[in-house]
């Protein structure tokens, strides 16, 4: 049986690879994990990894909504249940 | 209003068909006396507005059981009506917060009542699978929610309400009761999980 890989950025870099895949902009003082980065196939991989899941949840976020007919119906029984058993303010 | 209080109260009325019903019956609504009723009007745009993002976000958590996502979308909102009704609870940009994590506090206590490690029965996710090819044109958020089902409980929550839904990292951190901190070094764990476990959906890129 053989272990799944699982592939994780250079420790020391691990914040840099989050930050860049997640958007943040990198700056001058991350010259060092860029430069680190661009010469580590592994923490290249990780890097596209880690963009490609968080581009497929982002486009997952924007898949058309639910269909809330049924549920609003069945809320607005229910509310009229809740102003029925409440008592008149009168 | 306490949440936690009511969403305990409230579980004991989590038995049978009418368990709902029996939740609005058995709250002692307070007497108003001198005041007119709150708009329910309002109350109502208000849901509607958001019940899309609520009922997606009680689906992801109770994947695949699509008919308990809605019991906990109506249980949550049925709780905020009374709490609206009662003055307890004001109309305000944090009312859609305080519903979501009434919805997720109702699936806690239902996977807690559930007493399994794992929380879908490997039978319900194949049926889902079976029944409803069309869950999600895409295939990778078909291939999301399966490695969705592999990662800890944990793990998935954040991702959820985060990733999935959006939700900003204070809103999860009061959701879940935990610190801001804990959310992001979770989140981030939780990530690189998911991301390894989808390896294959993206294919040779990377
Ligand atoms: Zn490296």
Same mark, same amino acid.
């Given at each position: 049986?053989?272990?799944? *890989?699982?592939?994780?950025?250079?420790?020391?870099?691990?914040?840099?690879?989050?930050?860049?895949?997640?958007?943040?902009?990198?700056?001058?003082?991350?010259?060092?994990?860029?430069?680190? *980065?661009?010469?580590?196939?592994?923490?290249?991989?990780?890097?596209?990894?880690?963009?490609?899941?968080?581009?497929?949840?982002?486009?997952?976020?924007?898949?058309?909504?639910?269909? *809330?007919?049924?549920?609003?119906?069945?809320?607005?029984?229910?509310?009229?249940? *809740?102003?029925?058993?409440?008592?008149?303010?009168? | 209003?306490?949440?936690?209080?009511? %969403?305990?109260?409230?579980?004991?009325?989590?038995? /049978?068909?009418?368990?709902?019903?029996?939740? @609005?019956?058995?709250?002692?609504?307070? =007497?108003?006396?001198?005041?007119?009723?709150p708009s329910?009007s309002a109350f109502e745009a208000m849901i509607?507005?958001?019940?899309?993002?609520?009922?997606?976000?009680?689906?992801?958590? &109770?994947?695949?059981?699509? &008919?308990?996502?809605?019991?906990?979308?109506?249980? &949550?909102?049925?709780?905020a009506y009374?709490g609206f009704?009662? /003055?307890?609870l004001k109309l305000t940009p944090q009312t859609g &917060?305080w519903?979501?994590?009434?919805?997720?506090? =109702?699936?806690?206590?239902?996977?807690?009542?559930?007493?399994?490690?794992?929380?879908?029965?490997?039978?319900?996710? !194949?049926?889902?699978?079976?029944?409803?090819?069309?869950?999600?044109?895409?295939?990778?958020?078909?291939?999301?929610? %399966? %490695?969705?089902?592999? @990662?800890?409980?944990?793990?998935?929550?954040? @991702?959820?309400?985060?990733?999935?839904? /959006?939700?900003?990292?204070? !809103?999860?951190? !009061? @959701?879940?009761?935990?610190?801001? /901190?804990?959310?992001?070094?979770?989140?981030?764990?939780?990530?690189?999980?998911?991301?390894?476990?989808?390896?294959?959906?993206?294919?040779? =890129?990377?």
């Open positions: 049986m053989t272990t799944p *890989v699982h592939t994780e950025p250079c420790h020391h870099v691990k914040h840099y690879v989050e930050g860049v895949a997640g958007g943040k902009r990198t700056r001058w003082w991350n010259i060092l994990g860029w430069l680190h *980065v661009r010469h580590c196939p592994k923490c290249q991989e990780a890097l596209a990894l880690l963009q490609s899941y968080l581009k497929s949840a982002a486009d997952m976020r924007q898949e058309a909504s639910e269909d *809330v007919s049924g549920l609003l119906s069945r809320m607005s029984d229910a509310m009229t249940e *809740v102003d029925q058993n409440s008592p008149s303010p009168f | 209003m306490e949440l936690q209080a009511i %969403a305990a109260h409230s579980n004991a009325d989590h038995i /049978g068909e009418h368990r709902l019903t029996n939740a @609005i019956a058995s709250k002692q609504i307070k =007497n108003t006396e001198g005041h007119s009723k329910r509607s507005k958001e019940l899309a993002s609520f009922l997606r976000l009680a689906k992801r958590l &109770a994947f695949p059981d699509e &008919a308990r996502a809605e019991d906990f979308v109506q249980d &949550a909102i049925i709780k009374v009704q009662n /003055g307890d &917060a519903i979501r994590k009434s919805i997720y506090l =109702n699936f806690l206590m239902h996977r807690r009542s559930e007493k399994r490690v794992r929380y879908v029965a490997p039978e319900l996710l !194949e049926s889902a699978k079976t029944v409803q090819p069309e869950l999600h044109a895409n295939q990778l958020s078909n291939d999301i929610l %399966a %490695a969705l089902e592999k @990662i800890s409980d944990e793990h998935r929550e954040v @991702i959820i309400l985060i990733d999935l839904e /959006g939700i900003e990292y204070a !809103e999860a951190a !009061e @959701i879940l009761s935990i610190p801001i /901190g804990t959310i992001r070094s979770r989140l981030n764990r939780a990530r690189w999980n998911m991301a390894n476990l989808l390896r294959n959906s993206y294919g040779s =890129n990377p």
